[in-house]
Nanobody, 115 residues
């Protein structure tokens, strides 16, 4: 059974960096597309970035050039390194794994960017 557990959220000032981690308990982690979504208060959940099994990455325009997604197939983890954080990055960040028939989601971790 797949279980995703995020960590690393927190409160930072604008311009700071923060790294989120997600541990995946599933046995087929190395074969799965993984990624991050976020949901700000009063807004819909939005895609942030994803990484394929071969390491190919994709980023939303709003974070491209500031965020870096990576994976460690031996440890069954993915990370989201967030640099030059802005107040508009404030949201609950969710780890995501593509699944069949349904995708898998973590419980979310809060990131707050404020001065």
């Amino acid at each position: 059974q797949v279980q995703l557990v995020e960590s690393g959220g927190g409160f930072v000032q604008p311009g700071a960096s923060l790294t989120l981690s997600c541990a995946d308990s599933g046995s087929t982690f190395s074969l799965s597309v993984m990624g991050w979504y976020r949901q700000a208060p009063g807004k819909q959940r939005e895609w942030v970035a994803d990484i394929a099994a071969d390491g190919t990455t994709n980023y939303a325009d709003s974070v491209n050039g500031r965020f870096i997604i990576s994976r460690d197939n031996y440890k069954g983890t993915i990370r989201l390194q967030m640099n030059s954080l802005k107040p508009e990055d404030t949201a609950v960040y969710f780890c995501w794994r593509a699944g069949t028939p349904d995708d898998y989601w973590g419980q979310g971790t809060q990131v707050t960017v404020s001065s």
